[in-house]
Every structure is written in structure tokens, then in C-alpha cells.
């Protein structure tokens, strides 16, 4: 099955600045890869998601780029707020019929931002 | 708010003790997913279903089970219960059978075992 790894498990910038994550899919079969926000005392709720036939989206700060050769995928905020501080997973999933397919998360990335 | 309810918010119990947590998906939604979400593992899928039936499974352990009825609101059943099982369980809802649409995730289930 699907195995996704992300990095960094924890990231602290300074407002204004901006912040990368990134995250490697195991299953060449996966075309669908979000991300998702989660704030504290809530649950997962996505901001922006990248199909397989596009190589990058974008969302006013938020960015997405995939990379089908290599598997892997990066989100990217400008401008980073406070407001940004959270808990962002990524991942993928591959199409139905698959054994056991379903949206696979990554172990989630601390982002904080300081002011 | 997402449209998803979960209870309890909040469930303390006993090793050995069997519980159950319910969800009530987004009007209209017919999957329901269950996820499990431990500081180490995060986010870990256990199981779909899709209008009543098992669509996908994920690593669900035996002790645990889960359905879907008829109005398309789902349990999860946890039996046996170890400490390893203390977590914090969340369930989404969307409105196909596919993977590659928005979860809408309720606000969790907190599961202490002590």
C-alpha cells in the first residue's frame, strides 16, 4: 500500500517569512495529493490539493508543486501570520479498486510562527 | 463546522473495556472514514465505507471493528482495550466512494484508557 513521508516534523519561522514542507509518496499509482490543516482542538480541514496531470497550484500564499518522477510534493506558504500556526499533514491516495487504498497521511509538520 | 458530529468528545475507560464511538456524516455524504491519530503514528487510516458497505481497510486492528447503517451514521467498536489504544479518533465524511475528494472531518473522539 500507499506510504507517505513528511518533512520537517516540526517548523519555526518568523512572520513574513516563508515555509516549506515537503513529503514523498511510495505508490507510483497515486494521483491525488492534499493537504490538510489542523488547528488545535480540531479536526483536519484542507487547503489546497494537486492532481496528478498538474505540476504546480496555487491558492493566494499557499502553493502546491508535485513532482511525479521523483514522488514527492512540497506546499509552500508566503508570508507566513500567526495565524498559520498549525499542524499540516499531507497526503495521497491512489485510484479505487486498489486493495486497501484510501487518502494516506504523512505524520503531520508543526509549523509555528512567531511574531 | 465541517457537518460531521462525533461522540463522545470525550471517553475515559479501563484496560479491557470495550467502547464505542459514532459519527453522523455530512447530510448527503455517503463514506465515512475512520482515522486514528497518536502523537508518533498521526494520522492513521483504519477503515471506509461507502453506502453501507466495506470499501477499504487500512490497518485496523482485530480488536476493533466498525460499521455503517442504513441512515449512514457509523460505530466504531473498540474492544479489549490497552493503553496503547489511548488516542484520539476522528471520522470523515464525503459524498463519493472514490479517494480523491475533500474529508470533511468531525472534531474527534478522545479515547483515554487507563
Known amino acids: 500500500g500507499e506510504n507517505v513521508e513528511q518533512h520537517p516534523s516540526t517548523l519555526s519561522v518568523q512572520e513574513g517569512d516563508s515555509a516549506v514542507i515537503k513529503c514523498t509518496y511510495s505508490?507510483?499509482?497515486?494521483?491525488?495529493f492534499p493537504w490538510y490543516k489542523q488547528e488545535l482542538g480540531k479536526g483536519p480541514q484542507l487547503i489546497i490539493d494537486?492532481?496528478?496531470?498538474?505540476g504546480e497550484k496555487k491558492d493566494q500564499r499557499i502553493a502546491v508543486t508535485l513532482n511525479k518522477t521523483a514522488k514527492h510534493f512540497s506546499l509552500h506558504i508566503t508570508e507566513t501570520q500567526p495565524e498559520d500556526s498549525a499542524v499540516y499533514f499531507c497526503a495521497a491516495s491512489s485510484p479505487p479498486g486498489q486493495a486497501g487504498t484510501a487518502l494516506i497521511f504523512g505524520k503531520g509538520t508543526t509549523l509555528s510562527v512567531s511574531s | 463546522d465541517s457537518g460531521v458530529t462525533q461522540t463522545p468528545k470525550h471517553l475515559i475507560t479501563a484496560t479491557g473495556q470495550r467502547v464505542t464511538l459514532r459519527c453522523s456524516p455530512r447530510s448527503g455524504d455517503l463514506s465515512v472514514y475512520w482515522y486514528q491519530q497518536s502523537l508518533d503514528q498521526g494520522l492513521q487510516f483504519l477503515i471506509q465505507?461507502?453506502?453501507?458497505?466495506?470499501?477499504a481497510k487500512g490497518n485496523i486492528l482485530e480488536r476493533f471493528s466498525a460499521q455503517q447503517f442504513p441512515d449512514l451514521h457509523s460505530e466504531l467498536n473498540l474492544s479489549s482495550l490497552e493503553l496503547g489504544d489511548s488516542a484520539l479518533y476522528f471520522c470523515?465524511?464525503?459524498?463519493?466512494?472514490?479517494?480523491?475528494?475533500?474529508?470533511?472531518f468531525g472534531e474527534g473522539s478522545r479515547l483515554t484508557v487507563l
Open positions: 494537486i492532481r496528478s496531470n498538474v
Open positions: 470523515a465524511s464525503t459524498q463519493g466512494g472514490g479517494n480523491t475528494g475533500e474529508l470533511f
Open positions: 465505507y461507502y453506502n453501507g458497505e466495506e470499501r
Open positions: 505508490d507510483s499509482a497515486s494521483n491525488y
